[in-house]
């Protein structure tokens, strides 16, 4: 049974940082793309960051260029993103997915989700 599940969230004040862990399991990721994606209240959910399991290649939405990071660890078999000088735009559920389309950044190509974890950023 494919799982992936999502831990890290919380409240935080503007300008700090929060680091968000998916744990992987269930089958072999190489060839997928993981991603990261948030959905805030009233909207739709948008990208914000990707990866190639196999080769590392990363990926990200303008919004977050230069203040994210993500990272995936195939030993461990988790992805992370790493969030910096968080906004309070920032606040969403942050969703951890996977793709048998190795680079996307449309949420329909993602075949497994995570439940979500809350992000709140505070001004």
């Known amino acids: 049974q494919v799982q992936l599940v999502e831990s890290g969230g919380g409240l935080v004040q503007a300008g700090g940082s929060l680091r968000l862990s998916c744990a992987a399991s269930g089958r072999s990721w190489s060839g997928y793309g993981m991603a990261w994606f948030r959905q805030g209240p009233g909207a739709e959910r948008d990208f914000v960051a990707g990866i190639t399991w196999t080769a590392g290649v990363t990926y990200y939405s303008d919004s977050v260029k230069g203040r994210f990071t993500i990272s995936r660890d195939k030993a461990k078999n988790t992805v992370d993103l790493q969030m910096n000088s968080l906004k309070p735009e920032d606040t969403a559920v942050y969703y951890c997915?996977?793709?048998?389309?190795?680079?996307?950044?449309?949420?329909?190509?993602?075949?497994?989700w995570g439940q979500g974890t809350q992000v709140t950023v505070s001004s």
């Open positions: 997915a996977g793709s048998p389309e190795y680079y996307s950044s449309n949420y329909r190509a993602y075949e497994y």
